[in-house]
């Protein structure tokens, strides 16, 4: 006899558990179903956000900064630290107990809203009267029915054609997290969010990395300006980015890899290194899935074809996250989920994709809501745009760290917020606030009259404001 769920999810990451909990708060009853294996084989639920992703990043993220700031920028502040080392073994010990953490934190959710978890890969094996039948394979296996199934089965990492990933020299993700010594090189492919935030945490640790991006511009979907400031903090710290480049042979060898390439103004070149990074964008997943045995439809890009309200082709069959179109995030995938949960129980989910922030968590951190000044200029939008430097901002030259500034870009006419665009420190708390005057169609005005405590890093936000009405009063 099957086991009868209202909802079933696919996939335990971001967009799915978080789905299966809001349906169950809504009072149905859940399946979960997630392949995830942790190092002794037993379930690892939180997708690639927890395992490999978001949270494993921000990790050494964090442990590569202080060390940085140990040996760049103590001295600064009179304080002598000497004999500087990395632990990488104990670095990565303590990033795998927070997945760990997490992954046991899920777990506790999942039975505090009475959610059943099936550890397996889910696949679909066909419609039935009011549902699906779905399997799953695993530990043990189990054959589920239910009404409605929500598709999180999440992305992969895009390798370069003909050049897989041996997760020993050449990397994806999974292997970048998990170096067992910093390389003396280390070349990474694609300069977009992997590449930058992965290139900074090697490069902190020692490493000299060299980043060859296919694009001819830095950062194509971050304001210019913006991207522009980033670049010369990143250039500044040694970062070597290569733009236009064209990526030819990558061979393995003995010592490490060799990429063969076209550089940027056409000519012949190559770079040895003992490791490589390939972080070229991610394909969403449906291997396994088996959506053949119920017709579900797939675009050309592999991804599921869903509406706005992620629906799929099939009645009951709805996607979230990776696995469909818009950008690939976690906070994206959550949304959605939530999103749908609300929709299966009769109300009105509701994601404002043009509310959705970014964020680099490099040093400078880079963030942004709405468009950018390329976007509007192109659109024909009359705006204003101000700006302020955190030069300028008493709690970032406290810190130490003043590189960057805030961008307000608003309509010329209404003054109503378009976009918000930060390059500098904490920038990925700061956006929030963007966020929220965004999603409740705030003015410039609305901003620069809020009082913001002092000194804080928030007062360059309300500076911008008060710059795009040429009043600056701190700079
Ligand atoms: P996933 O998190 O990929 O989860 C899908 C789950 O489904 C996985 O556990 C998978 O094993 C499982 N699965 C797949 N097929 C099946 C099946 N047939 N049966 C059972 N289980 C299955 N986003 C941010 O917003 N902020 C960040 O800072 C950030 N940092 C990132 C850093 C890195 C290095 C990477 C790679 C990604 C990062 N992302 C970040 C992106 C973020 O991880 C993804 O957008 C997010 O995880 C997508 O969530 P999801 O639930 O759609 O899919
Ligand atoms: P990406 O899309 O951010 O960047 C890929 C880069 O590789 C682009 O600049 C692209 O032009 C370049 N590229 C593509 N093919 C190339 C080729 N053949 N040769 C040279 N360059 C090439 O993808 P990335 O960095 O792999 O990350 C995947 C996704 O994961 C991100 O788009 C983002 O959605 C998510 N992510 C989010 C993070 C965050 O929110 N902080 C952190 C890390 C990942």
């Known amino acids: ?122 696949a679909f094996s066909r419609a039935v009267e009011g549902g699906y039948e779905i399997t799953v394979n695993g530990a043990a296996s189990e054959t589920l029915v239910g009404k409605q199934i929500i598709v999180a089965t999440g992305s992969s990492a895009r390798a370069l054609p003909g050049v897989d990933f041996d997760e020993q020299a050449i990397l994806s993700n999974d292997g970048a997290l ?8 280390l070349g990474v492919i694609g300069s977009g969010v992997i590449g930058l935030e992965m290139g900074s945490v090697w490069r902190r640790l020692g490493a000299e990395v060299t980043v060859l991006e296919g694009l001819p511009t830095f950062l194509g979907a971050v304001d210019e300006q913006i991207a522009k ?6 250039d500044k710290q040694g970062l070597k980015i290569e733009l236009g480049v064209k990526i030819g042979e990558v061979k393995k060898g003995k010592k490490g890899v060799s990429v063969a390439y076209t550089n940027g103004k056409g000519e012949a070149a190559s770079l040895e290194v003992e490791k490589l990074i390939v972080s070229i964008g991610r394909v969403p997943n449906t291997r396994g899935l088996n959506g053949e045995a119920v017709g579900l439809k797939l675009d050309e890009r592999g991804a599921v074809v869903v509406d706005a309200q992620c629906r799929t082709s099939l009645p009951g069959v709805w996607a979230v996250g990776d696995v469909v179109r818009g950008p690939m995030l976690a906070h994206k995938a959550e949304e959605e989920g939530v999103a749908v949960a609300e929709r299966i129980a009769g109300q009105h989910g509701h994601v404002n994709f043009d509310t959705i922030p970014w964020v680099i968590y490099t040093s400078p951190e880079i963030a942004w809501v709405g468009r950018t000044e390329q976007q509007l200029k ?16 008493g709690r970032a030259r406290a810190l130490g760290d003043t590189t960057g500034m805030v961008k307000f870009l608003a309509d010329a006419e209404t003054d109503e917020i378009l976009g918000v665009h930060m390059v500098g420190p904490s920038v990925s708390e700061l956006i929030a606030e963007a966020v929220v005057a965004m999603e409740f169609k705030a003015s410039s005005e609305d901003i620069a009259r809020i009082c913001h405590a002092h000194p804080s890093l ?16 701190n700079f």
């Open 178 to 185: 998990a170096l067992g010594a910093v390389p003396k090189t």
């Open 378 to 393: 192109e659109q024909g939008v009359k705006y204003r745009a101000g700006t302020f430097p955190f030069m300028a901002n």
């Open 229 to 234: 400031e980033a670049k010369k903090a990143f």
């Open 1 to 122: 006899m099957s086991k009868q769920f209202d909802v079933i999810v696919i996939g335990a990451g971001p967009g799915g558990y978080i789905a299966a909990i809001r349906a169950a708060q809504l009072g149905m009853q859940v399946a979960c179903i997630d392949e995830w294996k942790n190092d002794q084989g037993g379930p690892a639920p939180g997708g690639t956000c927890t395992n490999v992703g978001c949270i494993p990043s921000k990790a050494l993220l964090q442990s590569s900064e202080y060390f940085e700031h140990a040996n760049k920028h103590f001295a600064d502040h009179g304080i002598t630290a000497k004999d500087v080392k990395v632990d990488v073994a104990k670095m990565i010990g303590r990033k795998d107990t927070i997945v760990r953490q997490t992954n046991e934190g899920i777990l506790y959710l999942f039975k505090k809203n009475k959610v059943s978890f099936f550890h397996g890969t889910g």
């Open 458 to 473: 928030a007062e360059a936000t309300k500076e911008a404001a008060l710059a795009v009405d040429k009043r600056t009063l």
